[in-house]
């Protein structure tokens, strides 16, 4: 499984380019947005991910729990 391919510009500028923190990164994206956002995920008709997004109500911010 790939969190996102290598020519991805927002995640590859989100860890500045560091590979070995992609999968760290996004895995501290995931856990606070269950926390304290919103996580919703896209998935085809043979139930395979093709996108994720995270949200954050307004008045709420990234880690702030």
């Given at each position: 499984?790939?969190?996102?391919?290598?020519?991805?510009?927002?995640?590859?500028?989100?860890?500045?380019?560091?590979?070995?923190?992609?999968?760290?990164?996004m895995?501290?994206?995931?856990?606070?947005?269950?926390?304290?956002?919103?996580?919703?995920v896209?998935?085809?008709?043979?139930?395979?991910v093709?996108?994720?997004?995270?949200?954050?109500?307004?008045?709420?911010?990234?880690?702030s729990?």
């Amino acid at each position: 499984m790939t969190l996102s391919s290598r020519s991805d510009v927002i995640a590859n500028n989100l860890v500045g380019g560091r590979e070995n923190l992609r999968e760290m990164t996004m895995a501290t994206v995931v856990r606070a947005a269950i926390v304290g956002g919103q996580l919703h995920v896209a998935m085809d008709e043979n139930a395979k991910v093709i996108g994720t997004a995270v949200w954050y109500p307004p008045g709420s911010d990234f880690l702030s729990e």
